[in-house]
């Protein structure tokens, strides 16, 4: 087979982007693109459907792959599954990624509750390819050891399965408190869990950062405005929440998350940060949890019509997960102590962005020369309850106060994330 052509990812300027991250507040967050895809962008195991087909399939995934990783497949373990008897065979790494070696002074020592989660494997992965010695605490009710099992056994990696409900002693510097079930129809499986996650997991965390003088950065949310009166949301909005619907238990969860971290900053001087996330999307993302973008993408790549609620009219700003974990660490990183938003301020409405991903999934299906047998069709649903109709980031202070912007367009980061899906779907775990 001849060598793939590599694909070229051009962030917003046209510049090409190899590497992810910069360098903030003395604090550096860049590593390789192509070292990052290698830990996410490619099937778990190798389908072994009898001696012909075993090559067929695993040299189009490698080729397709390829692309996009650079041939950086020394970081991928390849277990085995054998369809006769359903069973796989396990593969550990047998090498790790290359991971910064730096001075005792630089190394932090960080917990990253919710670590095993879409949003927190992404910020393991890239903390541990900087270096620092992390500590992933995750109770796996929406994440999954798979997202992060490519660390265990480094060490610099831990894994602990513990609930943030209950208190939890350990020694460390900076403590990302992403633990809390972030899609609707997690969060609103156990509405009293989220809010007792929400406040006694945050109320502990914070006990923690104030015994270990840890800096302490919690993941709140675009909900926190809620339905909003003013566009696009500014950090000193204080929003327009339903307390009582079936949405309250996250949004006033992430409310009382936020008064709390400033409690504990006024009286007993926690050192806190409060980065405000507008939706995000990216690679390990739980494609059955109910958020548009996976759903959207999943019922492309199945041949599904593409089901929007509502008229589509109501608007989104999506980021690329890239974007996000280069603005938490730069707020981790800073002496910013107000909420900052950390969003993508590119509208779409949500008619307009189920085409964007019809075209994407038809593109790459058409690189990888596969013939659709029809063309999906957008269809509309009713709305769920408290769906806000419009929210878009103003995300000037994070601009002026860390530098920060985000550097993917929305379509680059589609396109990674059809590559994703579709080697899932290719490996039958989804
Ligand atoms: N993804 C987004 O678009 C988005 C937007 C705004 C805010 N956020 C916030 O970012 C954080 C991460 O979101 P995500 O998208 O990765 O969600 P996720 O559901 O993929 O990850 C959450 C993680 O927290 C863990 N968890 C949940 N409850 C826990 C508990 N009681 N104890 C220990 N671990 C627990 C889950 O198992 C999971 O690994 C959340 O706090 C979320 O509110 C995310």
């Not at 675009?222 to 204080?238: A, K, L, R, T």
């Not at 973008?293 to 089901?307: E, H, K, P, W, Y």
Request: net charge neutral; proline share 6%.
């Amino acid at each position: 087979m001849s060598a793939p052509q590599a694909i070229r990812t051009l962030d917003k300027d046209g510049e090409e982007i190899t590497t992810v991250g910069f360098q903030r507040f003395g604090f550096d967050s860049e590593v390789p693109l192509d070292v990052l895809r290698a830990l996410y962008l490619r099937s778990h195991y190798v389908v072994t459907a009898g001696e012909q087909s075993v090559s067929e399939v695993d040299a189009r995934q490698e080729s397709d792959h390829a692309r996009f990783i650079q041939g950086n497949t020394a970081y991928q373990s390849k277990s085995i599954y054998h369809p006769d008897t359903q069973s796989i065979s396990y593969t550990t790494l047998s090498r790790f990624p290359p991971v910064k070696l730096l001075p005792p002074s630089g190394r932090k020592r960080v917990l990253v509750t919710g670590g095993a989660g879409f949003v927190g494997s992404h910020l393991v992965d890239r903390l541990m390819l900087l270096g620092h010695e992390v500590t992933v605490l995750d109770n796996f009710f929406t994440g999954s050891k798979t997202t992060v099992s490519h660390w265990i056994g480094h060490p610099n990696f831990e894994m602990i399965r513990h609930d943030v409900v209950e208190p939890f002693m350990i020694e460390c510097d900076q403590i990302y408190h992403l633990a809390c079930p972030a899609s609707p129809p997690h969060y609103q499986f156990n509405a009293v869990k989220t809010i007792k996650t929400s406040f006694m997991g945050t109320l502990n965390m914070l006990g923690l950062a104030k015994r270990t003088k840890a800096r302490f950065l919690i993941s709140s949310t675009s909900e926190v405005y809620g339905d909003p009166e003013v566009h696009p949301q500014h950090e000193d909005y204080w929003g327009h929440v339903n307390p009582i619907g079936p949405r309250a238990c996250y949004d006033e969860g992430k409310r009382v998350a936020e008064t709390l971290a400033y409690g504990f900053q006024r009286q007993d001087g926690v050192d806190i940060r409060v980065a405000r996330i507008f939706n995000t999307y990216g690679p390990r993302m739980n494609p059955l949890d109910g958020r548009v973008v996976s759903n959207f993408i999943v019922q492309a790549l199945r041949g599904q019509d593409m089901t929007v609620y509502g008229d589509g009219k109501q608007t989104r700003a999506f980021q690329y997960v890239h974007d996000l974990i280069d603005g938490l660490i730069a707020l981790m990183n800073s002496n910013e102590t107000r909420p900052v938003n950390i969003g993508n301020c590119d509208e779409f409405t949500i008619g307009e962005f189920a085409e964007l991903v019809r075209e994407i999934v038809e593109k790459v299906q058409d690189e990888d020369g596969v013939k659709p047998a029809r063309r999906v069709q957008v269809i509309y649903s009713p709305m769920p309850t408290d769906d806000p109709q419009k929210r878009r980031p103003d995300t000037t202070r994070a601009k002026e106060v860390l530098g920060w912007q985000p550097r993917w367009t929305v379509r680059m980061g589609l396109e990674e994330m059809v590559r994703y899906y579709k080697a899932k779907m290719a490996e039958g775990s989804i």
